[in-house]
């Protein structure tokens, strides 16, 4: 055993790369549940933006423009979404379950020809000071434009929905559909964009994988990661920034792992292979003291009779 | 009882009937356990499978059904294809070692191909690759290569596949380079790329700077581009995409050969049940070509070893050899029998840790 | 303008023809993707839904899709229960797992013993496997008040974990030369789920599953519980005046959904499948989250539900290997039968009217 050879600062600059795509994901599903709306298609979303996105990557030699596409991709799937839970009235749950199967089906149709394919890089941002600084600069100041868009979405998501008239308006629709109905605001309306922000949110959290992470597309490649971030903003309860500190845990207990093993910890492989999901599952228990409650309309579905 | 029997016999004949329809063409079914697309495993098996179609043309139909499941999903997927009148199958995954037993006993006249598998029958061989000679030949590549002298290894499952690679490439690495260190970092997955990934960058990060890999994703190869002074190898295909570095060379599945031997056999009409382990000799186990970045002298060296591996004068794991607590394995000059090869679940000495069970 | 207007009742007569409405819908769709692939489309469908029912060799096909559907019905019952009571279990993949593995553990530690006590005691265990597991995120519900959709889905992945070391330590076949997975249990008669008739796919999983819609039918109908559970969903605030103790709901609907799926589990480890290996799981317990809002939480619908699930599988990988499509083609065109059963459910609920209200 040799834990000395596990180097903190690359741990964390490592698990940040780890936790971008959940955050993503996240943050986007965050904004659809406090308008109420349950959208279990996370993963169909996030594999769709992660060909559409290596596809237009590939195509155009551009990275960026392969990250609007595929935001532009999870939106488009989300639609599929919206047309079944707002205008047909469908069982929301079943809805995103079916949207899930659709989209790993589609991405592996798109993607057949992309297989073995290697897409273009996207350049890590370098400040000519900042990164070379011991400590911070590897955590703070080497890492891909991304990332920071990521963090910078968490940082204004949270101040929207806290400071905001939007914000406001977007949780009276979660927690009482009937009341802000009555008041005037366009329930369906604020839904459907809420919907559409969480779809290119996953799209965006695909294409990291796949265009950044790993990067490379195999069919299924997203590998779950879709339902780890519904799972985060369950954890994070419904707080943008608690959904942050998760997905670091989430990603740091993973890396954290696979540093353990390569230390030569004498801890039997598979339960450290469990151990993030049994942190989780542990952190979730203590945060379930605070009381901060699911939007109350959450999954419900909104008809405008009078 | 009565009914079964009643039925496989209907089944039988039904199965004679279409195969004799289709006399002039011989029908060739593959069962896949991941997607074409998985771009390692199951794409390398679907590549002999084209094969196949480029070598015999209109004289053979193949068939396949991808994403099959271990269990009776695999075994229905075999039943349809013998029913539909398919002369051979072959079954690409372990996890069909007993469907593929039950569903010959009732199809006696259709040959079945298992691969990796230990069980045969009259109409049932078994086939699988020594990749084990391939691990010897990037072990000495990575020895030479590394600066830290500490290896990193991605293992998926430990079982005795990926454990024999692990012995074969540590030993012929330690042979070259006596400071060397392996640390091995098992996924249990077969299939995750974002792990894959992590457990590259883990490996990186605590001082490896040559990477194997016994998982099929290329995201290793990118950890290792990204890092800039790293050393990989391809697994399963070529990756020659991240040559001539980080990737310097490559173990590749080449399954062409022996599916195009086994289909002609069916047509002549030679086919018989046979237990195949083929290495780099046959030609199922490829070396990538080895790139530039690697010395002149040692890719000579490397390349000696691929030859004396594959004319047989020289056995990957030969004598003097110890296990992992120090007993003796094998004597001077003395060469590993298949059977402990093929069930392999002990380090050999030198090696840290212990296997996870 | 369109507009929907809420009917007081359901209609019977749309709740009955939308499924078929959608399976046609799912069949022109369905067809222009396969043509678009190039593929003969009538051929195609006619493949999926025609081939494993009336084809050549429906003889076979036919006992499948019980095997095949059996589990999905046994777990998607369990899950209805707790689904109209608004708990959500999504955490059936895991508990089916540990089923399949504390009911095999059992059978293997008897082995060879050849008893005819061997077989209901790993019934017994695989129940309370799943059972068990279910109680995790059940008693951190009631106590802790943590929410049962994550824990339950966390739990999936530590099953997952487990198997495989199980597979590859503890119940590793001692005489598969170092290979990883069970001994079969196929070959231990004591311990195997066989063919109660063979060649029929009759097997123990398919009774239990039947008996599994009955007893759903029977406690939701006739039953104080089942009227609970309903309550409970359509009104949780009126149904605590009525006197339901959330508590014993919940753990009881975990609970019953928990042993469902361990039985679920036990039964096909035992009987289909046989080994317990690393990749014994295919995903049942997800696809029957599907399976119970197809059948729109209705015992029977369930059943039907499950049947043509079952049959889409079977179909599509027979059209897989007779025409050459994708098994991705095969699962979006899963994903559009999804789709327009949903899409079409609108119609059971509401009126469509044209014009403009009456009432603005």
């Given at each position: ?10 741990l ?11 955050l ?19 993963e ?5 933006g992660?060909?559409a996105?290596f596809a ?6 551009s ?31 079943a809805s ?9 089906g ?10 073995g394919v ?13 990164s070379d600084?011991?400590?911070?600069g590897p955590?703070?100041?080497?890492h ?54 969480g779809?290119?949110?996953?799209g ?12 490379q597309?195999?069919?299924g490649?997203?590998?779950?990661i ?21 997905a ?23 339960y450290?292979?469990?151990?993030p999901?049994l942190?989780?599952i ?13 939007p ?11 | ?8 016999t ?7 009937a ?6 002039d063409k ?16 199951t794409?390398?098996?679907d590549?002999?499978?084209k094969a196949v ?17 271990e269990g009776?999903d695999?075994?229905r ?12 199958i ?8 007993d ?19 230990y ?8 086939y ?5 000679e391939?691990r010897?030949?990037?072990?000495t590549?990575?020895?030479h290569?590394t600066?830290?002298?500490?290896i ?6 430990p079982?005795p ?8 490439a540590?030993?012929?690495a ?5 400071d060397?260190?392996f640390k091995?970092?098992?996924a249990?997955?077969w ?16 001082g490896a ?6 998982t ?5 190869q ?20 991240y ?7 490559s ?9 195009i ?5 069916v ?6 049940s ?9 030609g ?12 002149a ?24 050899l110890?296990k ?15 059977g ?13 840790g212990?296997i996870?069970? | 303008m ?7 009742q359901p ?21 222009l993707?396969f ?14 839904f ?29 899950l209805?229960?707790?689904f109209?009571?608004g708990?959500?279990n999504i ?16 059978g293997?530690a ?23 597991w ?25 099953a997952e ?64 519980l089942?009227?609970?559970?309903r ?23 975990l609970?019953m ?14 009987g289909?499948?046989?080994v317990?290996?690393i ?27 499950g ?16 025409l ?13 039968l999804?789709?327009?059963l ?5 119609l059971?609920?509401?009126r469509i ?8």
């Open positions: 055993m040799d834990l000395s050879a596990i180097n903190p600062v690359l964390i600059a490592s698990l940040m790369v780890a936790a971008t795509p959940i993503l994901a996240a943050i986007g599903e965050l904004v659809v549940e406090k308008a109420g709306v349950l959208n279990l298609g996370v169909g979303m996030m594999i769709i992660a060909i996105g237009t990557a590939v195509e155009s030699g990275p960026t423009l392969g990250f609007v596409v595929a935001a532009a991709a999870g939106a488009a799937l989300s639609l599929l979404f919206v047309f079944l839970t707002q205008v047909v009235l469908a069982n929301q749950v995103g379950l079916a949207l899930t199967l659709f989209g790993l589609l991405s592996a149709l798109l993607g057949q020809s992309y297989v290697r897409p273009p890089e996207m350049a890590q941002i370098q400040l000519p000071v900042l600084l011991p400590f911070v955590i703070l100041f080497s891909d434009p991304v990332l920071y868009f990521g963090i910078a979405l968490t940082a204004a998501v949270g101040a929207m929905l806290k400071f905001t008239r939007g914000g406001l308006i977007l949780r009276a629709v979660g927690e009482n559909h009937d009341a802000a109905h009555a008041l005037g605001y366009k329930v369906v309306r604020i839904r459907i964009l809420a919907i559409l922000f779809g290119a949110c996953a965006l959290g695909g294409a990291y994988i796949s265009l950044i992470r790993v990067p597309w195999t069919e490649m997203t590998a779950g879709g339902w780890i971030a519904l799972a985060l903003v369950v954890f994070a309860s419904w707080k943008p920034w608690r959904a942050l500190l998760g670091y845990l989430f990603g740091g207990v993973t890396v954290m792992q696979l540093n353990l093993q390569a230390a030569g910890v004498a801890i039997p492989v598979e450290l292979a469990m151990s999901y942190i989780t542990l952190v979730l228990v203590i945060l379930s003291a605070d009381k901060s409650r699911a109350a309309a959450l999954g419900r579905i909104f008809h405008a009779s009078r | 009882m009565k009914l079964k029997s009643l039925l496989a209907a089944a039988m004949t039904l199965g004679l279409t195969t004799g329809y289709a006399e011989t029908k060739v079914g593959f069962v896949y356990v991941g997607p074409v697309g998985d771009g390692g495993w794409y390398e098996h590549q002999g499978r179609v480029a070598e015999f043309g209109d004289k053979v139909e193949t068939v396949y059904v991808e994403n099959v499941a009776p695999s075994e997927v075999m039943t349809q294809m013998a029913l539909d009148g398919a002369d051979l072959f079954t690409t995954s372990f996890g069909y070692m469907p593929t037993i039950n569903v010959a006993k009732k199809f006696p006249n259709v040959k079945f191909e298992h691969a990796t598998g069980k045969r029958a009259d109409n049932v061989s078994t699988s690759a020594r990749f084990y391939g010897a030949v990037q072990g590549i990575a020895g290569m600066k830290t002298n500490t990193g290894y991605i293992g998926s499952f079982i596949e990926v454990i024999r690679g692990i012995n074969s540590y030993i012929h330690k042979k070259v380079n006596p060397v260190e091995i970092v098992w249990f997955t299939f995750d790329p974002a792990k894959e990934a992590d457990a590259a960058k883990v490996l990186i990060e605590q700077d040559v990477i194997l890999q016994h099929d994703s290329t995201a290793p990118a950890a290792a581009q990204a890092a800039g002074n790293v050393v990989t190898f391809g697994q399963a295909s070529d990756m020659a995409e040559g001539p570095f980080p990737r310097v060379s173990i590749i599945d080449d399954w062409a050969p022996y599916y031997a086994r289909t002609q056999a047509i002549d009409g030679t086919w018989s046979v237990d195949t382990w083929d290495g780099i000799g046959a199922m186990v490829g070396i990538g070509e080895i790139s530039d970045a690697v010395p002298d040692v890719k000579a060296e490397a390349l000696a070893l691929k030859e004396a591996l594959a004319s047989g004068e020289y056995h990957a794991f030969t004598g003097p110890n992992q607590d120090g007993s003796a394995w094998l004597a001077d000059g003395e060469t590993a029998d298949d402990t090869l093929a069930g392999m679940t002990f380090y050999v000495e030198g090696l840290d212990d996870p069970q | 369109i507009r929907l207007e809420k009917r007081q209609s019977r007569a749309w709740s009955l023809a939308t499924p078929l409405v959608a399976v046609m819908a799912t069949m022109v769709m369905g067809g993707l043509a678009a692939l190039g593929k003969p489309p009538i051929e195609a469908i006619r493949t999926i025609w081939e494993p029912l009336f084809g050549e060799f429906s003889f076979y096909y036919r006992p499948q899709l019980l095997i095949k559907g059996a589990p999905l019905v046994l777990i998607a019952i369990g209805s229960l707790g109209k009571a708990i959500w955490g059936a993949e895991g508990q089916y797992i540990i089923g399949a593995l504390s009911g095999a553990g059992v293997l008897f082995y060879p013993l050849e008893a005819w006590y061997v077989f209901p005691l790993m019934v017994l265990v695989g129940a309370l496997g799943g059972w068990l279910a109680m995790i995120p059940a008693v951190l519900k009631t106590k802790f008040d943590t929410n049962e959709i994550l824990v339950s889905l966390m739990l999936v992945y530590v974990q487990l198997l495989a070391s199980m597979s590859l330590g503890l119940l590793k076949n001692p005489q598969g030369y170092g290979f990883p997975g069970s001994r079969n249990l196929q070959q231990y008669d004591s311990a195997h789920n066989a063919e109660l008739i063979a060649g029929t796919g009759l097997h123990l999983g398919v009774v239990a599953a039947l008996i599994a819609v009955i007893f759903a039918y029977i406690l939701l109908n006739r039953h104080m089942g009227f609970h559970i309550l409970t969903g359509q009104a949780p605030r009126a149904a605590r005046f009525a006197g339901v103790n959330p508590t014993r709901l919940v753990l009881f609907c609970g959904s928990g042993a469902l799926a361990g039985l679920a589990g036990l039964f096909e480890v035992s289909p499948a046989g317990v290996s990749d014994f799981n295919v995903g049942y317990g997800f696809t029957a989250i599907i399976v119970a809002f197809l059948g729109r939480l209705h015992p029977v619908g369930i059943l039907l539900a049947a043509l699930m079952a049959l889409t599988y079977i179909g599509g990988d027979i059209a897989q290997s007779k050459g499509l994708p098994s991705a083609a095969i699962q979006v065109f899963q994903g559009m999804l789709f327009f949903l899409a079409f459910d609108l059971t609920n509401f009217r044209f014009g403009t209200p009456e009432t603005a």
